[in-house]
């Protein structure tokens, strides 16, 4: 995650060749599945799909004092926790699921 990151920060955007091989096939996958499962068009979900890998890539490349920091935990472990719930809980919101 963070060498994608990097390619990121770098040039503001992934390489050609990377998107071509993996960003932009997983997405065109991940995409036409879950709409089929969860009942929306595979081009709506382009957007949130994305917004959510980016959301796991920040987190994932957080140290355990930035996600203490962040939520509050007096843990890594309670931080971890928390901020897993929190990716679930916007993931669901973002791609308008309901709630658990």
């Known amino acids: 995650v963070r060498l994608l990151m990097r390619d990121v920060i770098a040039n503001g955007e992934l390489d050609a060749r ?5 960003n ?15 009942g929306h068009d595979p081009s709506e979900l382009r957007m949130p799909l994305n917004s959510c890998v980016a959301l796991v ?3 994932s490349v957080s140290s355990d004092n ?13 931080a971890i926790k928390a901020t897993e719930e929190n990716l679930q809980q916007t993931v669901r919101t973002l791609l308008r699921l309901p709630s658990n």
């Open 66 to 78: 930035e996600l203490m920091r962040v939520t509050g935990a007096p843990t890594a472990e309670e």
């Open 18 to 22: 990377r998107e071509a091989t993996t």
């Open 24 to 38: 932009g096939p997983f997405m065109e996958q991940i995409t036409k599945r879950l709409g089929a499962i969860i």
């Open 57 to 59: 890539g920040r987190y």
